[in-house]
T-cell receptor, first 111, second 114 residues
Framework: AQSVTQLDSQVPVFEEAPVELRCNYS??????LFWYVQYPNQGLQLLLK??????LVKGINGFEAEFNKSQTSFHLRKPSVHISDTAEYFC?????????FGAGTTVTVRA | KAGVTQTPRYLIKTRGQQVTLSCSPI?????VSWYQQTPGQGLQFLFE???????NKGNFPGRFSGRQFSNSRSEMNVSTLELGDSALYLC?????????????FGSGTRLTVV
């Protein structure tokens, strides 16, 4: 069965510093991977997705992720964060008709 | 274009009551999926409706049901509410090809059961 594991539940980071959120997946077949962001009292917004092709995926708001098949990882990165990036981030894998989500990583950006 | 609209945004109900939540998808989208988000279980798939038919269902008891109307608006119903049903309920609309083809989530309905 396909699933994802987010390795960090909380990541504090200073403004303008880089951040990396780690996500590992388990699957023996083709995978389709996603990163979503959830701001307080909001729904989920798609940051980026990997379906096929280039393993380096660029998303919105300066985020990017790299699909690494040998390490079964799909880590999310941003070179310089802003206060407004404070949110919860979810890694997810598509199971055809639905998404299976990781437990989430709370990113807190401090000045 | 208008996004996905969920109503109401907040709801407080008493144990044993029933509740109906509404989701209006993006114009032209024919699929509506529902997810439950709780601190303990995280985000879990409830069901998906496409062209007024339930196409897929998650692992939830029969107290959770839904329907979709001809205009693609969807409602979900929870009967005999339990304290553990307190959650943020999110709906996602798509053209119909599943999450790979693009989900747009609403802001959710926060249900509190007391």
């Amino acid at each position: 069965a396909q699933s994802v594991t987010q390795l960090d539940s909380q990541v504090p980071v200073f403004e303008e510093a880089p951040v990396e959120l780690r996500c590992n997946y388990s699957s023996s077949v083709s995978v389709y991977l996603f990163w979503y962001v959830q701001y307080p009292n909001q729904g989920l917004q798609l940051l980026l997705k990997y379906l096929s092709g280039s393993t380096l995926v660029k998303g919105i708001n300066g985020f990017e992720a790299e699909f690494n098949k040998s390490q079964t990882s799909f880590h999310l990165r941003k070179p310089s964060v802003h206060i407004s990036d404070t949110a919860e981030y979810f890694c997810a894998v598509s199971k055809g008709y639905k998404l299976s989500f990781g437990a989430g990583t709370t990113v807190t950006v401090r000045a | 274009k208008a996004g996905v609209t969920q109503t109401p945004r907040y709801l407080i109900k008493t144990r044993g009551q029933q509740v109906t939540l509404s989701c209006s998808p993006i114009s032209g989208h024919r699929s509506v999926s529902w997810y439950q988000q709780t601190p303990g279980q995280g985000l879990q798939f409830l069901f998906e409706y496409f062209s007024e038919t339930q196409r897929n269902k998650g692992n939830f008891p029969g107290r959770f049901s839904g329907r979709q109307f001809s205009n693609s608006r969807s409602e979900m119903n929870v009967s005999t509410l339990e304290l553990g049903d307190s959650a943020l309920y999110l709906c996602a609309s798509s053209l119909g090809g599943g999450p790979n083809y693009g989900y747009t989530f609403g802001s959710g309905t926060r249900l509190t059961v007391v």
